[in-house]
């Protein structure tokens, strides 16, 4: 075992299968709407990020339609994780959202949930209300996104938020008892040399963090990056070259931090780059992460040449 894989951590804790089920809860973004920028993150594309969230349908329905879809798939489901995945879903009134979580929250099937959004929306009264299901639901979970530790690369991509407002925001979620945090970054981000990359690295080490996502940039459609990627200015990493960054990156991260995602993809009809992005090529791309750390281990302490 060369990292700590999220879905063996949910076995081990739970004696069995838990399945995450993706909610689009019908929210959007600062960035998006004009609160703080217009036009959302160049690289973003909910449709293509969120490809199981099925957005015309009430929270009840996506949990009850989900659950019976993995109960015939899976015949071994334990329980279930709900997941809020699109856009910033701490981004509306306290009362809001505890509608929303509490229609999650309300299925015994249900050990918890995962709540991704920006850390410059998380005021105190919803992480107050975000810690209030840690005493009946054992598994709780914000997941914050990152993608870079650098302001300038964050002003590139139109985050529209620093990296100050990432520090403070899990600092203050790990004030409260049972908050799990996951931090979300992106790698080969346009003028990103590996350097930066390994900046971004040693600033999520040096924090309160529980877990981690990593994706490799790609580009989708109906995107700002896809213009971008169009006209020349963006360099696609291959598949090669990501799994040694990857490798890199962990390998400053502590060893109990708990890896949701080490790759990413988009649907064939949205991808645009890298090819290797794609659903079909993920156990390749995990491969290639595995023969990487099977190097390092016989070359000990061995980091990419740049």
């Known amino acids: 075992m060369y990292y700590r894989k999220f879905n063996d951590y949910l076995k081990e804790k739970y004696g069995g299968r838990i399945q995450k089920i993706a909610i689009d809860a019908g929210f959007t973004c600062p960035n998006r709407d004009g609160s703080k920028a217009a036009g959302g993150c160049t690289f973003c594309n909910n449709e293509s990020f969120s490809p199981y969230a099925m957005t015309k349908q009430s ?5 009850e339609k989900s659950m019976e879809f993995y109960r015939n798939r899976f015949k071994n489901v334990k329980g279930f994780l709900a997941y809020f995945q699109a856009f910033t879903n701490t981004y509306a009134p306290v009362e809001k959202l505890k509608e929303v979580y509490d229609q999650a929250m309300s299925y015994p099937e249900i050990i918890g949930m995962s709540i991704g959004t920006r850390p410059d929306c998380v005021p105190e009264e919803v992480l107050d209300l975000i810690a209030s299901y840690t005493v009946e639901k054992p598994e709780i979970w914000v997941e914050y996104g990152l993608q870079s530790a650098h302001f300038r690369t964050l002003r590139k991509i139109n985050r529209a938020h620093g990296v100050a407002d990432f520090v403070d925001a899990v600092l203050r979620t790990k004030k409260r008892s049972g908050i799990k ?3 979300h970054v992106i790698l080969g981000l346009p003028d990103e040399d590996y350097e930066d990359m390994m900046e971004t690295a040693k600033l999520i080490a040096a924090l ?5 996502k990593i994706h490799p940039l790609h580009i989708v459609k109906h995107t700002a990056m896809e213009k971008q990627y169009y006209k020349g200015e963006i360099r696609e990493l291959d598949m090669k070259e990501y799994a040694k960054l990857a490798v890199d990156f962990l390998s400053y991260l502590p060893k109990d931090i708990i890896v949701h ?10 991808l645009i780059a890298p090819y290797w992005c794609s659903p079909k090529y993920k156990m390749e791309v995990l491969r290639a ?4 750390f099977k190097l390092r281990n016989a070359n000990k302490n061995l980091k990419m040449v740049v």
Not at 208 to 212: A, K, L
Not at 261 to 270: F, L, S, V
Not at 289 to 292: F, G, K, L, Q, R
């Open 59 to 63: 929270v009840k329905e996506q949990i």
């Open 261 to 270: 995602r080490i790759t990413g993809e988009a649907t064939e009809d949205e």
């Open 181 to 183: 945090v996951c931090a």
């Open 208 to 212: 309160p963090i529980d877990g981690i």
């Open 289 to 292: 992460i595995e023969e990487e």
